[in-house]
């Protein structure tokens, strides 16, 4: 007889009196078993439950439990190596999925999926959280009848504290024998993870000890001296480098670039962080608390710490022979803080767009993909190279655009090809996009336009990081950042079968949205301002003003283009103003127009507020509708711009049908 079967008909008939009656016969049921189906009791376990976390939480815990998921994912990759018979699943201390690595293509589905005991009934994952111990579920121990076909084992890792971090665990089909070597191959490989995290943590408190006795070194000595890290990141400064700067704390410059700190040009910047001794530029400018301060380099040295990261100590004084300058616009450089650091051109100050930058920031500290979302001219490319030249990676910026090459040339662009692959191969081949950005960054432009087959491709890539070219049998293997930007809604690209969920996920371990220019109206006379300096120094002429007109209409115009085509009207602005002042004759007739138009409707609506007090009852409801018709009509053609004439997003967005938003599209006169 086959004891596995009995085995299994027996749980099977203690599961199905449990949910036919609530009993458990505990001497043929684990205890923890049985304890997890007393927990589990409300659930309906006939029904299929999946419970994905919204993308945003999803991203929150990706960030929060970063070292736990670089800790296990390499060990996660190996066992997958040898051994094909199960997925690996690592999860967060809530049974959030992080990561999952398998040979099945469904592996990469569970990602932002709760496995937790409230969410899908005893399983690994959950119950192992609930248990706070290793388990192993067979068959038709998990409470849910779906997950029957299923052997799975958990393990849970700790921190030095014995706090549970998370799970790792394995999920297999019961039916294969080679799955009861599952427990043993977790618990090992949860043991290497929890080893991992303690020696980085240790090497972190190494590293923090060490700065802190560098703190106390560097105090003695007689000039300033700031540490700089691999990225250029300040991360120590003396006593005497604060008294030399006006600053009070230490806290004041540690984080901040040294582009912030040292206000010179590029060439003197390279020039301080040479490894060629020859290269000792000894005069430079620091930007005090209230005045630019003249230095002189008396020191500079680049160290290993104990942890194996680079770092460089610039020692220096104040040039006694030169003035301190008082008004930093005096010089022939700009000292605003952003005007040295790499989103110097990531101009704006709204609330948004800060938010923007300080995310972009954190993305350019880690090697995680990004994926970049927006309208057409929000600046998305900008946004990847920024990204890329703050990271501090060596190797190039490659900029793919997977909407303009022909379908057939993709492949071959991205992988390249061996001589002879093809009809109209060159002799000697061709190398291709993702080797060629070797220890930099790809940006994947309108990724959206991907086609479906090379999606897998792509997705394959993302997971070995291995090359092959076409017609080749020498894979590669290469050091790639990739950034995505798309215009495209890939969720619904999703839903209707064209965009991979997978590599979605894949793409989306960061996700920047862009909001529109017309969402961020406060940062128009910033962004202008920029562009004139800019292009009024590329066409070397005098700089410009605008006038306040021409000012307020750019303001009031909504944009579609975005920043793209505010660039565009400056540019044909500076080209064709004669004089000292960009006036509003200058812009295109349509913006005009749309200003005299906005321009009506505000004197409109001022006089009727002007008149509201001597108003009879009537004339009041009449005013008030006018200026709730005036109001809605706005909204209406705003969320039509966000949606791209989607009207059935703009009904849902309204809370409307799609027949009454179309009614009021012809009251208001509105075309898409």
Request: aromatic share 8%; proline share 3%.
């Amino acid at each position: 007889m086959d004891t596995s079967y009995y085995y299994d008909s027996k749980i099977h008939e203690n599961w199905q009196k449990f949910v036919d009656e609530g009993i458990v016969t505990e001497s043929e049921i684990r205890p923890e078993i049985a304890r997890s189906w007393q927990r589990c009791r409300g659930l309906d376990p006939k029904s299929i439950n999946t419970h994905q976390l919204p993308n945003r939480i999803f991203q929150a815990k990706l960030a929060e439990n970063i070292q736990l998921i670089s800790c296990a994912r390499p060990i996660m990759q190996e066992i997958n190596r040898t051994s094909k018979d199960f997925i690996l699943l690592l999860a967060e201390k809530e049974g959030c999925i992080l990561e999952a690595v398998g040979s099945s293509i469904d592996a990469y589905n569970m990602l932002g999926l709760r496995y937790g005991e409230k969410d899908i009934g005893t399983n690994a994952i959950g119950t192992s959280l609930a248990e706070e111990k290793a388990l192993e579920i067979v068959g038709p121990e998990h409470y849910c009848e779906q997950f029957h076909s299923y052997h799975t084992a958990g393990v849970p890792i700790h921190d030095d504290d014995g706090t549970i971090l998370g799970i790792l665990a394995a999920i297999g089909n019961h039916s294969n024998s080679t799955t009861y070597n599952m427990l043993q191959t977790v618990k090992l490989a949860a043991i290497i993870i929890e080893n991992q995290l303690r020696y980085k943590a240790e090497q972190s408190s190494i590293t923090s000890l060490y700065h802190r006795t560098c703190s106390s070194i560097i105090d003695f000595i007689n000039y300033g001296m700031i540490v700089i890290d691999a990225n250029r990141r300040i991360i120590n400064a003396n006593h005497k480098c604060l008294d030399i700067m006006g600053v009070g704390q230490r806290s004041a410059l540690i984080g901040k670039f040294v582009e912030d700190l040292i206000v010179d040009d590029n060439h003197v910047l390279t020039s301080l962080f040479s490894s060629n001794s020859n290269e000792f530029i000894k005069s430079f400018h620091i930007k005090g608390l209230d005045r630019i301060i003249p230095c002189t380099l008396v020191r500079r040295q680049f160290v290993v710490n104990p942890d194996n990261s680079y770092q460089t100590i610039l020692g220096f004084e104040i040039d006694k022979n030169k003035d301190l300058f008082g008004d930093p616009s005096s010089l022939n450089f700009i000292c605003d803080d952003e005007e040295k650091s790499n989103f110097y051109e990531l101009v704006g100050e709204s609330e948004a767009w800060k938010q923007i930058k300080n995310v972009a920031r954190k993305a350019a500290g880690v090697s995680s993909n990004v994926l970049i979302t927006g309208e057409s001219g929000t600046g998305k490319e900008l946004v990847a190279r920024a990204i890329h030249e703050e990271s501090g990676r060596k190797g190039k910026f490659i900029v793919i655009n997977c909407g303009a090459i022909p379908k057939e040339l993709l492949q071959s662009e991205l992988f390249g090809y061996e001589e002879g692959a093809f009809t109209g191969a060159r002799k000697g081949g061709g190398i291709g996009k993702l080797e060629l950005a070797d220890g930099g960054t790809v940006f994947l432009d309108e990724i959206g336009e991907m086609p479906f087959d090379m999606q897998v491709n792509l997705l394959r890539f993302i997971q070995d990081t291995i090359v092959t070219p076409i017609g080749g049998y020498n894979p590669r293997k290469v050091d790639v950042r990739i950034i995505a930007a798309t215009n495209r809604n890939l969720k619904k690209e999703i839903w209707e079968g064209t965009f991979r969920d997978d590599l979605y996920y894949r793409l989306s371990v960061i996700n920047i949205e862009l909001p529109p220019l017309r969402k961020r109206k406060l940062d128009i006379p910033l962004i202008t301002r920029f562009l004139i300096d800019s292009f009024c120094t590329q066409f070397n002429r005098n700089s410009l003003s605008i006038s306040d007109k021409a000012m307020a209409i750019l303001c009031e115009y909504r944009w579609p283009g975005n920043v793209r085509e505010l660039k565009n009207i400056i540019e044909n602005a500076i080209v064709f103003t004669n004089g000292d002042i960009i006036t509003e004759d200058r812009l295109p007739g349509h913006i005009n127009e749309y200003g005299e138009k906005s321009e009506k409707v505000s004197q409109k609506t001022e006089g009727l507020e002007n008149r509201a007090s001597s108003l009879t009852i009537e004339e009041v409801r009449n005013f008030n509708m006018k200026l709730k018709d005036e109001h809605e009509r706005e909204q209406i053609i705003e969320l039509i711009d966000e949606f791209n004439g989607n009207i059935s997003q703009v009904a849902q967005k309204i809370g409307l049908s799609r027949t009454t938003v179309y009614r009021k599209m012809k009251k208001y006169k509105i075309e898409v």
